[in-house]
């Protein structure tokens, strides 16, 4: 069974552009969660999405946004770009939402801002 | 606030002994648990989960234990062995938040050879 894929890999922006970043999570798995990585802060939660509905939202800024297709396939936009916003993007699929389902990695995008 | 905290920032151990590596948490609300293992420029890979009905479960090498009256949590790997240097995250969830888990900052076992 194929893992989670993200693409790109890695992404090199420059302050004030949008980026946005793909998921697509295993089959037959049908939340989609993401979560932001950096040295100082770990692994923090972004947002879910389950059956193409945004299920829960973290403590991130509006410039923040995503949406889930019919698929089950994610994408995540960031708009008007910060230096902070450099870090490692993780996507990650689950079975059900709502707990008691783990969370599958993919190999996450690395955003750089310069 | 840090809801889930892994004390530890490394860990060194021989191979062949036990590892073991904690985890705590402050909500009483968390009912799931979660670890996982991550290499350099990979995702996290999971290993092994427990819910709060349960204070131990078994995987392999891998086990977790769970005390809730302490909210700790500890992951045991028996016996080490040099590829499981790695990055360890423990991660908890739980209320009606979906699939919004609470990770730790990360051991870093070195298993020495």
């Known amino acids: 069974k194929a893992g989670v894929t993200q693409t790109p890999r890695y992404l090199i922006k420059t302050r004030g552009q949008q980026v946005t970043l793909s998921c697509s999570p295993i089959?037959?798995?049908?939340?989609v969660s993401w979560y932001q990585q950096t040295p100082g802060q770990g692994l923090q939660f972004l947002f879910e999405?389950?059956?193409?509905?945004?299920?829960n939202k973290g403590n991130f800024p509006g410039r923040f946004s995503g949406r889930q297709f019919s698929n089950s396939r994610s994408e995540m936009n960031v708009s008007t770009l910060e230096l902070g916003d450099s870090a490692l993007y993780l996507c990650?699929?689950?079975?059900?939402?709502?707990?008691?389902?783990?969370?599958?990695f993919g190999n996450g995008t690395r955003l750089t801002v310069t | 606030d840090q809801q889930v905290k892994q004390n530890s920032p490394s860990l060194s151990v021989q191979e062949g002994r036990i590892s073991i590596l904690n985890c705590d948490y402050t909500?009483?609300?968390?009912?799931?648990f979660l670890w996982y293992k991550k290499y350099p420029a990979e995702g996290p890979t999971f290993l092994i989960s427990?819910?709060?009905?349960?204070d131990k479960n078994e995987d392999g090498r891998f086990t977790v234990f769970l005390n809730k009256s302490a909210k700790h949590l500890s992951l045991h790997i028996v016996p080490s062995q040099p590829g499981d240097s790695a990055v360890y995250f423990c991660?908890?969830?739980?209320?009606?938040?979906?699939?919004?888990?609470?990770f730790g900052t990360g051991t870093s076992l070195t298993v020495i050879p």
């Open positions: 990650a699929s689950s079975q059900r939402t709502g707990g008691g389902s783990p969370l599958h």
């Open positions: 089959s037959g798995h049908r939340s």
């Open positions: 999405y389950f059956s193409e509905t945004q299920r």
């Open positions: 909500n009483s609300m968390f009912d799931y």
């Open positions: 427990i819910s709060s009905i349960k």
């Open positions: 991660a908890a969830s739980g209320g009606d938040t979906g699939n919004q888990f609470y």
